[in-house]
Each structure stands twice: as structure tokens, then as C-alpha cells.
């Protein structure tokens, strides 16, 4: 079976090898970013992100703004917030929803980025 994409002998260079492994994150680093990942999958999670990355708002306006039931927002909000990618604060009655630091919105935007190559 001839494939252009695989190697035609077999070969490995330890030096490079051992370069990158030095420089590997640990474990639990690779499966925070994985989870990041599976958490941005998802078409609706990355609409809200984008909404919070313009303005601080509240799971009413959410659901206005996706034409979404309030119960799914607020369940897609829980998903965010455990893994840290958002954050809350109550105002009275209201809560209100916005990114938890600028990284959430490079993540946004170099996503962006790439998809508009």
C-alpha cells in the first residue's frame, strides 16, 4: 500500500524526540486543554463566548440573543463555568455572565482566525 503521508522507512530521532518530551506539559495540563477543546466543540458554547467577549450578560439576554430557552443557556453556562472559561456576579435578582480572563477571548480569536483562512 503506497500513502504519501507515512514514512517509508522506519526511523526515529532520538535527539528530536528528547527535545520535545523535555518540553511536554504534564498530564493534567494535556487534560485541562483537551476538556477546553471538547467545551469549544460545540457550536452553541462558542456563540455564547463570542457574545460575552462584546459585553457582560445575563442568561435572559443569552437566551434572547441564541433564540434559546433560558434552562439551555443556563446549562451551557454550567458547562462553562466548570472549566473556568466563564464567570458570575448577582446584581439583585440578576446574574450576570462574562469571561473569566483575556485568555478565553484569544482563544476566540485566534480560533476565528484560523476558521477564516
Known sequence: MDRDDVCEIEHVNEKAVQ????????????????????????ATRVKILFA????????????SLLGM??????????????TNLVKFRREGKVVYYSLSDEHVIKLIEIGAAHAQE
Request: with cysteine; aromatic share 2%; charged share 25%.
Open 19 to 42: 527535545e520535545v518530551k523535555s518540553n511536554m506539559f504534564d498530564d493534567q495540563t494535556i487534560l485541562k486543554i483537551a476538556n477546553i477543546s471538547k467545551i469549544l466543540g460545540d
Open 52 to 63: 460575552l467577549s462584546q459585553k457582560e450578560l445575563c442568561v435572559c439576554d443569552l437566551a
Open 69 to 82: 430557552s433560558q434552562s439551555a443557556i443556563s446549562h451551557q453556562l454550567r458547562l462553562l463555568r466548570n
